[in-house]
């Protein structure tokens, strides 16, 4: 189930099951993947703009853009899911609900994602 734009961050309810957290991490992985993939084409794009007043960059820069796909995406996938493992730890460690860690370190996790892809691309 996917959630809407205006609720991607929005704090999930106190008292989660474990079933529960890996739902709303879930829910939220497609519009992380979304920006991730955004972050890279518009990285290429820039990085290549100046070769295509040249020349035609394309065949180079598909088979780089496939392979940048393949190299940030698997790693940013392992990182999310790093997110609710994380998430699960602290509410069995904290013993007490922090509904303010999920928003939190899914905005983080988006932001780590695109500066890292726009410092390795550029």
């Known amino acids: 189930m996917l959630v809407g734009m205006r609720h991607i961050f929005a704090k999930p309810p106190a008292g989660q099951t474990a079933g529960q957290i890996i ?10 993947n979304v920006v991730v993939f955004a972050s890279i084409l518009l990285a290429w794009g820039i990085a290549e703009w100046p070769l295509s007043q040249v020349a035609s960059p394309w ?11 393949i190299i940030f995406l698997i790693p940013a996938n392992i990182w999310y899911t790093c997110g ?5 730890a602290l ?3 904290l013993r007490k609900p922090w509904t303010g860690f999920a928003p939190w370190a899914l905005g983080g996790g988006m932001a780590f994602s695109v500066v890292f892809v726009m410092a390795l691309i550029l």
Do not use: G
Not at 59 to 69: G, H, Y
């Open 23 to 32: 739902r709303w991490w879930e829910a939220r992985r497609l519009h992380y």
């Open 59 to 69: 065949q180079t820069m598909s088979s780089l853009f496939a392979i940048s796909v």
């Open 84 to 88: 609710w493992a994380v998430d699960l």
């Open 91 to 93: 509410k069995r460690w």
